[in-house]
């Protein structure tokens, strides 16, 4: 879709023209534009359509090796229907097994699906401000064990419709590599129902206590590490915004956190809440449910994004592999048909405050009155994780957040904030979090990055997995490459303007919010009792197309038997006659279809929603870039950067081997490999000092030199002697030169920079006359001359920020 350019028309003459006509003439322009391209989009998922049957047809339309015969059709007739036969009653009993499952699991309470044993550790039921929540500690299968005295990890699993679990669904899992490295594993859990009256900032509360219980069995360790899935990745943010003493780093995998973002013609549901009219559903969902909304109705969400799959593949891909399918079928279905209840209070902060209102980055989600979560006061070092196959969380939505709170990489470092995104080129959503693969070589490479991330100075990372193939064995490395702020438009086509209409459905929704709770909620609430919510949850095509294809229909109870006798006889199967290529076709035509369908429906939403929403932003935009006017920010005035450089001269040993460290990173590429990284820690890292001490002692000596380092680095070059006071200092950090320079790739600016460290320190006794003698460190200073921020401009698409609202975490 076009994006709606929101600002100031010039004239020919350059003069502002923001009159009624201006406006009009360019809304008109803009309808034009919609117009235009939803034909092309319109006419791209046509052609899209034709090449799908085009290609499927291709295999028939191939002249076969030999002629066919009336009795090699037959033959071939005879055994594709015998198979097609043996097949659907074998499909069919997999479906009732799946009805099974579901019921039996519903009477057991709905218990996480955990492919691990577990104890309860902590039941916030039971809290003074109740959730349902619990923590529960991972049991070590046999063959492996555990250190306590090994950094914790804490899995929160997403809270959107589904059930827990698929954090540790399988063995090759986030909770399996983290047990497989000997951590601690410890999973946040939750009920199928929600406590009276529970909230949202309850839960962040609970989730904080059960990390503070986890500190507590593991008091010589780091803080936790938290790994959060999809949902649980921003609930994970909350934690550390609300709590930050208590988390360590942060890892969130396929979360939303700016849900405006995305790109035009590839992530239809960011549009959902423009064209249902805001929050307004949710909230008589939660109503015809008694005060509870059904996750079913999320699940449909998802389901809907593809059709295709939903109504067809899935399924196909079942009855054509019948042999082989049914147990993958069947373990997936028992996570994806467990579906958990939430309050109407939850569900309305999460659609006002998240899906419609974007408030999460903008740092306006309350917790409480005049209380807003603000992921700037977050202290941990942050890994995000994303997926360009992911449709469900764009990268748009997983990354923009950063750009959202920080306009400028000075202003992420000005915060002392490390993060690090890490991309897969191709897997789904749900593969995240669910793929052995995935498992087996991000996340393996996460959990062991994360003993070193902590050590690395603020700014934003790119993390690359590097796979490398000898003698048949595979080897992963992992490659850090600093980047800035500004990369982070390169997820985005066409820039951001297209966000502006979503201001207008906030208003949208806020308005018709306020209807709906003044004049229908007094009114429909009353009527509902839970008895009759139950009742029609349980009719909802979700969980009906369970219980139906079950033992509870009397009309399936021969289908067991007639299925174990099929197994019992079960044909081979010929993949290559005529009646399979028909077959074959068949479903990539109807798969096709499907697409279609999708495709279609999809430029017809975008384009209504422009058409909607895109005019009311234009006559929108002229007074919110006024509003949203703020000054630029002075970076060097930050607080901590600004008391970092009051200590250029000041400092220990540590700080001095850090300082010199830090100076030759900056001369270098900006790259670092983890393996380098594993080196360097076994060559130096004792004599530095920072290993011993508490993490965050470390971070704040790495954090305040790279300010130095950053802001003034000749002034922090010169200083080092000042740094490290006796001829032992000296010779030690020489010394310890020395020895890594033969063991790392050096550029021709780190091997000058290396020799001017040498002779600021030399122990001839000539320090004054070293130092009084020019310092050649180009690359350094060009970095300084360079250095874009000491004043930077704040993203001009932000929202003007409400300065009478008072963010603050307790």
Same mark, same amino acid.
């Given at each position: 879709?076009?994006r709606v350019?929101a600002?100031?028309?010039?004239?020919?003459?350059?003069?502002?023209?923001?009159?009624?006509?201006?406006?009009?003439?360019?809304?008109?322009?803009?309808?034009?534009?919609?117009?235009?391209?939803?034909?092309?989009?319109?006419?791209?998922?046509a052609?899209?359509?034709?090449?799908?049957?085009?290609?499927?047809?291709?295999?028939?339309?191939?002249?076969?090796?030999?002629?066919?015969?009336p009795?090699?059709?037959?033959?071939?007739?005879?055994?594709?229907?015998?198979?097609?036969?043996?097949?659907?009653?074998?499909?069919?009993?997999?479906?009732?097994?799946?009805?099974?499952?579901?019921?039996?699991?519903?009477?057991?309470?709905k218990?996480?699906?955990?492919?691990?044993?577990?104890?309860?550790?902590?039941?916030a039921?039971?809290?003074?401000?109740?959730?349902?929540?619990?923590?529960?500690?991972?049991?070590?299968?046999?063959?492996?064990?555990?250190?306590?005295?090994?950094r914790?990890?804490?899995?929160?699993?997403?809270?959107?419709?589904?059930?827990?679990?698929?954090?540790?669904?399988?063995?090759?899992?986030?909770?399996?590599?983290?047990?497989?490295?000997?951590?601690?594993?410890?999973?946040?859990?939750?009920?199928?129902?929600?406590?009276?009256?529970q909230?949202?900032?309850?839960?962040?509360?609970?989730?904080?206590?059960?990390?503070?219980?986890v500190?507590?069995?593991?008091?010589?360790?780091r803080?936790p590490?938290?790994?959060?899935?999809?949902?649980g990745?921003?609930?994970?943010?909350?934690?550390?915004?609300?709590?930050?003493?208590?988390?360590?780093?942060?890892?969130?995998?396929?979360?939303p956190?700016?849900?405006?973002?995305?790109?035009?013609?590839?992530?239809?549901?960011?549009?959902a809440?423009? %064209?249902?009219?805001?929050?307004?559903?949710?909230l008589?969902?939660?109503?015809?449910?008694?005060?509870?909304?059904?996750?079913?109705?999320?699940?449909?969400?998802?389901?809907?994004?593809?059709?295709?799959?939903?109504?067809?593949?899935?399924y196909?891909?079942?009855?054509?592999?019948?042999?082989?399918?049914?147990?993958?079928?069947?373990?997936? +279905?028992?996570?994806?048909?467990?579906?958990?209840?939430?309050?109407?209070? +939850?569900?309305?902060?999460?659609?006002?405050?998240?899906?419609?209102?974007?408030?999460?980055?903008?740092?306006?989600?309350?917790?409480?009155?005049?209380?807003?979560?603000?992921?700037?006061a977050?202290?941990?070092?942050?890994?995000?994780?994303?997926?360009?196959?992911?449709?469900?969380?764009?990268?748009?939505?997983?990354?923009n957040?950063?750009?959202?709170?920080?306009p400028?990489?000075?202003?992420?470092?000005?915060?002392?904030?490390v993060?690090?995104?890490?991309?897969?080129?191709?897997?789904?959503?749900?593969?995240?979090?669910?793929?052995?693969?995935?498992?087996?070589?991000?996340?393996?490479?996460?959990?062991?990055?994360?003993?070193?991330?902590?050590?690395?100075?603020?700014?934003l990372?790119?993390?690359?997995?590097?796979?490398?193939?000898?003698?048949?064995?595979?080897?992963?490395?992992?490659?850090?490459?600093?980047?800035?702020?500004?990369?982070?438009?390169?997820?985005?086509?066409?820039?951001?303007?297209?966000?502006?209409?979503?201001?207008?459905?906030?208003?949208?929704? +806020?308005?018709?919010?306020?209807?709906?709770?003044?004049?229908?909620?007094?009114?429909?609430?009353?009527?509902?009792?839970?008895?009759?919510?139950?009742?029609?949850?349980?009719?909802n095509?979700q969980?009906?197309?369970?219980?139906?294809?079950?033992?509870?229909?009397p009309?399936?109870?021969p289908?067991?038997?007639?299925?174990?006798?099929?197994?019992?006889n079960?044909?081979?199967?010929?993949?290559?006659?005529p %009646?399979?290529?028909?077959?074959?076709?068949?479903?990539?035509?109807?798969?096709?279809?499907?697409?279609?369908?999708?495709?279609?429906?999809?430029a017809?939403?975008?384009?209504?929603?422009?058409?909607?929403?895109?005019?009311?932003?234009?006559?929108m935009?002229?007074?919110?870039?006024e509003?949203?006017?703020?000054?630029?920010?002075?970076?060097?005035?930050?607080?901590?950067?600004?008391?970092?450089?009051?200590?250029?001269?000041?400092?220990?040993?540590?700080?001095? %081997?850090?300082?010199?460290?830090?100076?030759?990173?900056?001369?270098?590429?900006?790259?670092?490999?983890?393996?380098?990284?594993?080196?360097?820690?076994?060559?130096?890292?004792?004599?530095?000092?920072?290993?011993? %001490?508490?993490a965050?002692?470390?971070?704040?000596i790495?954090?305040?030199?790279?300010?130095?380092?950053?802001?003034?680095?000749?002034?922090?070059?010169?200083?080092?002697?000042?740094?490290?006071?006796?001829?032992?200092?000296?010779?030690?950090?020489?010394?310890?030169?020395?020895?890594? +320079?033969?063991r790392?790739?050096?550029?021709?600016?780190?091997v000058?920079?290396?020799?001017?460290?040498?002779?600021?320190?030399?122990?001839?006794?000539?320090?004054?006359?070293?130092?009084?003698?020019?310092?050649t460190?180009?690359?350094?200073?060009?970095?300084?001359?360079?250095?874009?921020?000491?004043?930077?401009?704040?993203?001009?698409?932000?929202?003007?920020?409400?300065?009478?609202?008072?963010?603050?975490?307790?």
């Amino acid at each position: 879709m076009p994006r709606v350019e929101a600002g100031t028309e010039q004239d020919k003459n350059g003069a502002s023209n923001n009159g009624p006509g201006a406006r009009l003439t360019e809304v008109a322009r803009a309808q034009a534009k919609f117009t235009e391209v939803y034909q092309e989009r319109c006419t791209g998922a046509a052609q899209r359509y034709v090449d799908a049957v085009k290609a499927a047809s291709e295999p028939l339309l191939e002249r076969p090796a030999r002629p066919v015969t009336p009795f090699d059709f037959w033959r071939d007739a005879s055994d594709y229907w015998l198979d097609f036969t043996q097949r659907s009653i074998l499909y069919w009993d997999t479906l009732r097994q799946r009805g099974n499952n579901w019921i039996e699991h519903e009477k057991a309470g709905k218990p996480p699906l955990l492919d691990f044993d577990w104890e309860m550790i902590a039941d916030a039921r039971t809290f003074e401000r109740p959730a349902n929540y619990a923590l529960v500690r991972i049991l070590p299968p046999d063959g492996i064990k555990t250190d306590p005295e090994r950094r914790p990890f804490v899995v929160i699993d997403p809270r959107a419709g589904h059930g827990p679990g698929i954090g540790g669904f399988k063995q090759d899992s986030q909770v399996g590599v983290a047990l497989k490295a000997g951590h601690p594993v410890y999973c946040v859990i939750f009920f199928p129902e929600p406590m009276p009256g529970q909230t949202l900032a309850d839960v962040s509360r609970a989730e904080a206590e059960f990390l503070r219980i986890v500190g507590e069995r593991h008091p010589k360790t780091r803080k936790p590490v938290v790994i959060g899935n999809c949902q649980g990745g921003w609930a994970s943010m909350l934690i550390g915004a609300l709590e930050p003493d208590l988390v360590g780093p942060i890892v969130i995998n396929g979360a939303p956190m700016s849900y405006w973002a995305g790109n035009d013609g590839e992530n239809p549901m960011r549009y959902a809440g423009g %064209m249902l009219g805001g929050t307004w559903p949710a909230l008589l969902a939660s109503d015809l449910g008694a005060g509870t909304f059904d996750g079913a109705y999320l699940v449909d969400n998802f389901e809907s994004l593809n059709p295709a799959n939903t109504y067809f593949d899935k399924y196909y891909n079942l009855f054509s592999k019948i042999d082989t399918e049914p147990e993958r079928f069947l373990e997936f +279905e028992r996570w994806w048909g467990g579906f958990f209840l939430m309050d109407r209070r +939850e569900i309305k902060w999460i659609v006002e405050n998240l899906f419609v209102g974007n408030n999460l980055a903008d740092g306006d989600a309350e917790w409480s009155e005049g209380r807003a979560f603000d992921l700037r006061a977050i202290k941990s070092p942050i890994i995000l994780f994303a997926s360009l196959g992911d449709n469900i969380t764009p990268p748009q939505q997983a990354f923009n957040w950063v750009a959202d709170l920080y306009p400028t990489t000075e202003a992420l470092k000005a915060n002392g904030q490390v993060i690090v995104g890490l991309m897969h080129k191709s897997v789904g959503h749900l593969g995240i979090f669910v793929s052995g693969a995935v498992a087996k070589r991000e996340h393996t490479q996460i959990v062991d990055l994360i003993e070193y991330i902590e050590h690395l100075p603020p700014g934003l990372y790119g993390m690359q997995v590097e796979e490398q193939k000898t003698n048949g064995s595979v080897r992963y490395d992992v490659l850090l490459t600093e980047r800035r702020i500004e990369d982070l438009q390169v997820l985005q086509k066409y820039g951001r303007k297209d966000e502006g209409p979503f201001k207008a459905v906030e208003k949208t929704s +806020e308005a018709l919010a306020s209807a709906y709770e003044s004049f229908v909620h007094p009114f429909v609430a009353p009527m509902v009792t839970p008895a009759a919510a139950k009742a029609a949850r349980a009719l909802n095509p979700q969980r009906a197309q369970r219980w139906a294809v079950s033992d509870l229909n009397p009309f399936l109870w021969p289908l067991k038997g007639m299925a174990d006798i099929v197994r019992a006889n079960r044909a081979p199967r010929d993949n290559e006659g005529p %009646m399979a290529a028909m077959e074959h076709w068949m479903a990539a035509v109807t798969s096709a279809s499907w697409d279609l369908y999708r495709d279609l429906r999809d430029a017809s939403v975008e384009n209504t929603f422009f058409r909607i929403y895109g005019s009311a932003s234009i006559g929108m935009a002229a007074e919110d870039k006024e509003a949203g006017a703020e000054q630029p920010i002075d970076v060097r005035s930050a607080p901590l950067v600004k008391e970092a450089l009051t200590h250029i001269e000041d400092g220990d040993r540590t700080k001095g %081997m850090v300082r010199a460290a830090l100076l030759l990173m900056k001369a270098g590429t900006g790259r670092r490999r983890l393996s380098a990284m594993k080196r360097a820690r076994d060559l130096v890292g004792k004599e530095i000092g920072l290993i011993d %001490m508490p993490a965050e002692a470390a971070r704040e000596i790495i954090r305040e030199q790279s300010y130095i380092v950053d802001f003034e680095p000749v002034k922090a070059l010169l200083a080092l002697p000042k740094l490290l006071e006796t001829p032992e200092d000296r010779r030690g950090l020489l010394d310890l030169l020395d020895r890594v +320079e033969g063991r790392i790739e050096a550029n021709d600016k780190q091997v000058t920079l290396l020799g001017e460290i040498r002779r600021l320190l030399s122990e001839s006794g000539t320090q004054g006359k070293a130092m009084a003698e020019p310092v050649t460190v180009p690359l350094v200073q060009n970095q300084a001359q360079a250095h874009p921020g000491a004043t930077a401009k704040p993203a001009s698409h932000r929202r003007p920020r409400d300065h009478r609202r008072t963010r603050a975490t307790p």
